[in-house]
């Protein structure tokens, strides 16, 4: 049992977690009750596909990203360490190994090789930039941070993309395509600006262990403080493109959902934003990133309005 729970928490559990119910709602909240007539008979085997593939590829992101960051968690977060206590460095690659080819398997029966080969390009292409991500970005100033925000947003693009054709989703004329598009890329890119949110204040806590082994993130490059304005200008601009939103929304009488989206998305981050500049202290940040993770649990939560509106 000691194992298994060594290996739960190497692969983040919760945030695994976190992807299927991303994916589950919105799947059920928003693609089926938009398409409910017109839902291929191969749908369901196709999304159980590219559930398990995000979570494969996400597990072994996770684990790699261990792997290569053992002497800097040694400094930032000992206490959370599993390679080299619980589970063997060797042991770590291998099961990378495995569940990078069980995603790309995943994959590969999820979309018919010459109608979306794309989607099977990108999904190895996550694979590579996790791998780079761990050695490498991470390690760099934004560029790190921006291919984890992509990759973020990538677990709703990747179900779109797998219900319409590439040309559709940009030039479609079709109503109801082009509500699930623009559904679809105000979750996204939700997903996107909250992750770049929540990775710059994870730079903040684990300042000390990446400077201490050579890091360039930002606030080790810029300071704290540049940092800190960084992160609430897109604090600022997420706040107002939520309440823009809102007021969107409330010419279609959806008075739940708007107040719902006011008191646990838009207040938390409103919270998040006056804490920014008076934490100093890793605990501080910890906190912060904990807020950010809970704004993006219930935004993702919100999807949930959509079945009962669309």
Known sequence: MRLVAAFLKLVRFPNLFFIVLT???FQYCIYYPLFRDNVPENDMFQFVCIVLASVLIGAAGYIINDYFDLNIDEVNKPQRMVIGKVIGRRWSIAWHLILSVAGLVMTFLAFPFFEKWYLILLNALTIVLLWFYSTTFKRQI??????????????????????????????????TEHKFFRITFLYAGFA??????????KDLEDREGDEKHGCRTM??????NATKIYIAVLLAALIVTLLIVQVYILQFRWWLAALYNVALIIVPL???LLKLFRANTVKDYYLL??????AMLTGILSMIFFYFYL
């Open 270 to 272: 409103v919270y998040i």
């Open 192 to 201: 996107f600006v909250s992750s770049l949110i929540r990775e710059a204040v």
């Open 289 to 294: 990133s904990q807020w950010i993770k809970l």
């Open 23 to 25: 994916q589950v709602l």
């Open 142 to 175: 934004l560029i790190g941070n921006i291919v984890i925000s992509l990759l973020t947003a990538w677990v709703v693009l990747i179900l779109f993309y797998s219900k319409v054709s590439l040309g559709h989703a940009f030039g479609t004329e079709d109503v």
């Open 219 to 224: 606030p080790i490059v810029w300071g704290a």
